[in-house]
């Protein structure tokens, strides 16, 4: 690994977040939110080290059928349902949970002869307006659902919160009392919480909690939030400084000659770029640390390299030094508020060509 490029994943951290998550549900069940190749972790790596978890969400039979051959007996959930009617006879087949957000499917159901039935989530719109049932037409798709041989008799309710992220916001109230009301005297469990409803809106609890990102270590509610949860980076992604240069005051840094040096300084050259997925629009100001201190990125963000300013180090830096991006020491949701993107994105956005490196959970709590 020449570059020295490396996301590293701590399984201890995940273990500890999902142990938060769980005390915060209090009684409700913890369904674990893994899609997106989980949240760019790895798919099979957090489902491992999530396994206590009480069920798994995922996007696709792309993710969900993997889980299944890797062994993972989990109820597993597709947040989207089948995309397409054919889909139905694979979700019977690897006894997967699927949810039902429009008339289409409920008409696939109708007309599916299945070796077993499947477990259906009934997707309420309660105030996101995307993916949903109408409120006045949840209680006609229930009784239909209710009525099928290929639906199991554990018919559940859930729906998705737009504004949890915002604790002022008049519209997760709103959304909850949709959501009851739309819901009263209907049999089946149900859901509301997001990782965001979970930390701040204790009345979105109900009997399964669907958490995401706080699992990953990163706050639903950003930075500068005075909404905290004791959260530790699941991932840290770090490089190595490979250059080291003294240039002079008015010198331009980088394309464009977007930032100049105001007066004779070292700046590092580090070998992390867009083509690895750090955010190409992180402006001059960003936060990097190297050697654990804090420094700024200045200049453009190029395809394999950035740029820092090492000026106000403790002890002066050295080629071949550590240089960490986000994780450990640094928030993923502080680089993404310099960015203008969520810490969701940076995640999702690290590419193939870092080398993962999976780091062990120091208890021994991963041989359970």
């Known amino acids: 690994m020449s570059r020295n490029t490396r996301a590293v994943i701590s399984v201890a951290a995940l273990r500890h977040n999902l142990a938060v998550a769980r005390e915060a549900a209090g009684g409700a069940r913890v369904m674990a939110v893994i899609k997106a190749n989980g949240y760019g972790h790895g798919l099979l790596r957090v489902a491992h080290a999530l396994r206590h978890a009480d069920a798994f969400a995922v996007t696709s039979l792309e993710e969900a059928i993997p889980l299944r ?16 009617p054919n889909e139905i006879q694979l979700v019977s087949r690897y006894r997967l949970d699927m949810a039902v957000h429009s008339d289409w499917q409920i008409s696939v159901l109708q007309g599916a002869r299945l070796t077993r039935p499947v477990n259906v989530w009934l997707k309420v719109d309660s105030g996101m307006h995307r993916l949903g049932l109408p409120l006045d037409a949840v209680r006609d798709a229930h009784e239909r659902l209710s009525g099928l041989s290929g639906v199991s008799p554990h018919l559940r309710m859930m729906t998705h919160l737009a504004e949890a992220d915002d604790p002022h916001s008049g519209a997760t109230p709103r959304q909850c009392r949709a959501f009851a009301d739309t819901v009263a005297g209907l049999r089946g469990e149900r859901s509301l919480a997001n990782s965001a409803g979970l930390l701040g809106w204790p009345d979105t609890r109900a009997d399964w909690v669907r958490p995401g990102i706080m699992l ?17 980076p699941a991932m840290t992604l770090t490089t190595r400084i490979n250059a080291i240069y003294q240039h002079r005051a ?27 997925g750090y955010p ?18 200045i200049g453009r963000v190029s395809m394999d390299m950035i740029c820092l300013d090492l000026r106000g180090l403790s002890e002066p830096a050295e080629v071949g ?17 310099h960015a203008g993107t969520i810490a969701y994105e940076l995640f999702c956005t690290v590419t193939q060509r870092v080398h993962f490196q999976e780091e062990r959970d120091p208890h021994g709590a991963d041989e359970d």
Do not use: K
């Not at 993972?72 to 397409?84: D, N, R, T, V």
């Not at 010198?251 to 690895?276: F, H, K, L, N």
């Not at 100001?285 to 804090?294: A, D, H, I, Q, S």
């Open 69 to 84: 051959e890797a062994g993972f007996a989990h109820p597993i959930l597709l947040l989207e349902g089948p995309f397409e």
């Open 216 to 232: 990953y270590g990163a706050s639903p509610f950003g930075a500068g939030s005075s909404l905290h949860a004791p959260l530790r």
């Open 250 to 276: 008015g010198d331009a840094i980088g394309y464009g000659g977007t930032w100049t040096c105001p007066e004779d300084m070292p700046v590092a050259v580090a070998a992390i770029g867009y083509g690895d």
């Open 280 to 297: 190409r629009h992180a402006p001059s100001g960003t936060p990097v640390l190297v050697n654990g201190e804090r420094v700024q990125l």
């Open 321 to 337: 030094d550590t240089v960490t991006l986000w994780g450990d020491g640094l928030p993923a949701e502080e680089v993404a508020e």
